[in-house]
Nanobody
Framework: QVQLVESGGGLVQAGGSLRLSCAAS????????MGWFRQAPGKEREFVAA????????YYPDSVKGRFTVSRDNAKNTVYLQMNSLKPDDTAVYYC????????????????????WGQGTQVTVSS
């Protein structure tokens, strides 16, 4: 069982930066791949970033590649999402998620593959 709690959301101007954190409980956090997703009002949940359990493999969609960076600190049971050059289109509720995977380099980009979800944190980017 893994419980996830996101923090770090808020209001920022376009071009600004935010860093989201996701604190996980559970002794096996280091063996879960982690992901970040977002959902804007009236839209489907969208994949934002994924990181393998080892931290050596990451994956991003084109919409955030080069602007967002995912990282993790297994000693602190925490995963981070550094978001730079934010745009109004990045406005959404951001969720972190955890998935059990068969190896240290595996990442997942599909929301339905994830086993555990946080409650979300709101990010609002003003123009």
């Amino acid at each position: 069982q893994v419980q996830l709690v996101e923090s770090g959301g808020g209001l920022v101007q376009a071009g600004g930066s935010l860093r989201l954190s996701c604190a996980a409980s559970g002794r096996t956090f280091s063996t879960y791949a982690m992901g970040w997703f977002r959902q804007a009002p009236g839209k489907e949940r969208e994949f934002v970033a994924a990181i393998s359990w080892s931290g050596t493999n990451t994956y991003y969609p084109d919409s955030v590649k080069g602007r967002f960076t995912v990282s993790r600190d297994n000693a602190k049971n925490t995963v981070y999402l550094q978001m730079n050059s934010l745009k109004p289109d990045d406005t959404a509720v951001y969720y972190c998620a955890a998935v059990a995977v068969p190896g240290p380099s595996v990442v997942r980009a599909v929301a339905s593959r994830y086993d555990y979800w946080g409650q979300g944190t709101q990010v609002t980017v003003s123009s």
